[in-house]
Each structure stands twice: as structure tokens, then as C-alpha cells.
């Protein structure tokens, strides 16, 4: 139905930033709530962020709150995460979900793009 590519991420110091996009193809991503999760090697795929269908609402995890900004664009098909004052944990592999509503739980959501690296070298 959906299909999701993240792009943005890269090799960057420690305190710098990367802005992360998730581009919708075939159909738009209007109807969603949106939301950033991540994967770093050894550990479970953990919530970051997400936005409300409208983009009214957003929610974080207490790891990036302050850090991190989640947006839509102003075409209704991409979403972006900003990702300022990087530490070395924020290093893993962001992907980007389509769900229902406004949540950190990774149950309820259901398309995922392929992923997008970010390395926070130290």
C-alpha cells in the first residue's frame, strides 16, 4: 500500500547534526501518524519520535528529547527528523513507519522503509 525511503544519514563528530527524510512513493502518507524508530548492533529497535496525521501532536523518547525534532513537509509525502547535538549512542540504523495514531509503540505500526545508517564517530 505504502512505500517508505529514508535518506540523510552518515558518518558525523560527536555534537554535530543530520537531518533525516522519509519520502513516501505511489501514495501519499496524509492519512498517517509517522514515526522514527532506530537499531543500533546488539540492541532492539526502540521508539525516537513520531507525529500526529495532522502534525499537531508529536511525542520522544527521553533519550533524544531536546536533541531531536520530528516534522512534516510541506508536501504531505515526506517527514524529517532533526538530529542536533549527536552523541556516539545515537549511532544505528533510523528507520521510519506508517500507524494509526500518535504512539511509541512499535506494534502499531505497520510499513517501514529499508533504513538509513547514522555513525557518530567519538
Known amino acids: 500500500q505504502v512505500q517508505l525511503v529514508e535518506s540523510g544519514g552518515g558518518l558525523v563528530q560527536a555534537g554535530g547534526s543530520l537531518r533525516l527524510s522519509c519520502a513516501a512513493s505511489?501514495?501519499?502518507?496524509?492519512?498517517?501518524?509517522m514515526g522514527w524508530f532506530r537499531q543500533a548492533p546488539g540492541k532492539e529497535r526502540e521508539f525516537v519520535a513520531a507525529?500526529?496525521?495532522?502534525?499537531?501532536?508529536?511525542y520522544y523518547a527521553d533519550s533524544v528529547k531536546g536533541r531531536f525534532t520530528i516534522s512534516r513537509g510541506n508536501a504531505a509525502n515526506t517527514v524529517f527528523l532533526q538530529m542536533n547535538s549527536l552523541k556516539p549512542e545515537d549511532t544505528a540504523v533510523y528507520y521510519c513507519?506508517?500507524?494509526?495514531?500518535?504512539?511509541?509503540?512499535?506494534?502499531?505500526?505497520?510499513?517501514w522503509g529499508q533504513g538509513t545508517q547514522v555513525t557518530v564517530s567519538s
Open positions: 507525529i500526529s496525521r495532522s502534525g499537531g501532536g508529536t
Open positions: 505511489g501514495r501519499t502518507i496524509s492519512n498517517y501518524a
Open positions: 513507519a506508517t500507524s494509526g495514531g500518535l504512539t511509541a509503540n512499535i506494534r502499531n505500526y505497520d510499513h
